[in-house]
């Protein structure tokens, strides 16, 4: 950090990329650093000079930028996903989980994994053209595409946006498959375009529920919904006859795992049909976040959480080998796989993803609002 020049900035000038100033307040997020993100070349000191700022402007608030997306699908390679292609409605998510493991990605933005994720959004409007185009190409080649892979796309900001809703109509449309995971009550309002695509064996929906404990969710989680709600977004889709699968991720060692089993019965009761469960994550600047997290929220089982993470990532806060860097090694990863699989059979829940159909996709039609080249 030696070399790294420190730019200081004026309380009064409130310049959106300035780290917290002294008296400014949080309410409801997930972390409270807004380090700079690791591909920055200036470290940002935020200074009170002494103006007073009016009480209000003391609250953090969240920002949203749009963005103009040149592409909508990305594909991975990953050999350890379920997938191949996912589309991200949006950059950075609101829900402020302390864990989440997407929160890296904000560096390439050139912000912070830090508040920046959770109070800095980019949401991608006009994304819903950019795929009618992507899937009308002649070499494209269908599979199921994924929404909800690396930030919830049922946060908060979907409700003014509908950025997640302009995706799905476009898949409806064209009988393309979809999964969707998400925490996000949300989903519910799209529930007419997600029924009949699941009637047609197009679409399949993951809630997640790390914890039925609703002060430890506030704390982790805090501005994702309750675990009661999501239960009973689990029931709704249930109903309504779309395949739902209980996310029980990320289970964290020592604070949430002996939760395992009323996790999986109360997910059943509300209608889950399968059920998956990944195991801590802590790559790169999240490992830093949730140590601090820990430490100043449940100082009397810090060390023993921590202590377990470094059991499952053989000795690290984090391995990121593929296959094992969602289950973890060892005797705590056996012992977690043994629970879930007794679980799953005695509830007779499923092991994973339904298979989707995808014999039934219709290229779409050019978009009605754009005018073809020719």
């Not at 009016?54 to 963005?67: F, G, N």
């Not at 690396?150 to 809703?165: F, L």
């Not at 006859?241 to 999986?264: K, Y």
């Not at 810090?302 to 984090?318: E, F, K, S």
């Amino acid at each position: 950090m030696a070399n790294v020049p420190i730019l200081f900035y004026n309380s009064g000038m409130q310049d959106k990329d300035e780290t917290l100033l002294p008296g400014q307040r949080l309410r409801a997020r997930g972390v409270a650093s807004n380090a700079q993100g690791r591909f920055e070349g200036h470290e940002r000191l935020a200074v009170d000079d002494g103006w007073d700022i009016p009480h209000e402007e003391r609250l953090v608030a969240t920002e949203v930028r749009v963005e103009s997306p040149r592409s909508a699908i990305n594909y991975v390679k990953s050999p350890d996903l379920g997938f191949d292609r996912s589309i991200n409605p949006y950059r950075g998510c609101e829900h402020g989980c302390v864990y989440c493991y997407a929160r890296p990605s904000h560096a390439f933005l050139g912000m912070s994994a830090g508040l920046d994720f959770e109070t800095r959004l980019v949401a991608r409007p006009g994304i819903d053209g950019v795929l009618r185009k992507e899937l009308r190409a002649k070499a494209y080649q269908v599979a199921p595409i994924a929404l909800g892979t690396n930030t919830d796309p049922y946060q908060p900001v979907e409700a003014e946006y509908g950025v997640t809703r302009s995706i799905l109509q476009v898949l409806h449309d064209c009988d393309h498959p979809v999964t969707v995971t998400t925490r996000g009550t949300l989903v519910e309002r799209d529930l007419d375009l997600l029924a009949p695509m699941a009637a047609k064996g197009l679409a399949a929906v993951a809630v997640s529920v790390t914890t039925l404990d609703a002060g430890l969710a506030r704390a982790m989680e805090p501005r994702a919904p309750a675990p009661a709600r999501r239960l009973a977004v689990i029931r709704r889709l249930a109903e309504a006859g779309i395949p739902v699968r209980v996310q029980v991720s990320p289970m964290v060692p020592g604070l949430t795992d002996h939760e395992l089993e009323a996790i999986l019965e109360a997910a059943k009761a509300a209608g889950a049909g399968s059920a998956t469960s990944i195991m801590l994550r802590l790559p790169l600047e999240v490992s830093g976040l949730f140590r601090d997290w820990v430490e100043a929220r449940f100082p009397d089982r810090a060390a023993r959480v921590m202590a377990r993470v470094r059991d499952l990532h053989g000795g690290q806060d984090y391995d990121p080998a593929f296959g094992t860097r969602m289950t973890g090694t060892g005797i705590w990863a056996d012992l977690h796989r043994q629970r879930m699989e007794k679980a799953r059979a005695r509830l007779g829940l499923g092991r994973g993803v339904v298979a989707l159909r995808c014999d039934l996709f219709r290229v779409p039609g050019a978009d009605a609002r754009q005018l073809d080249l020719f």
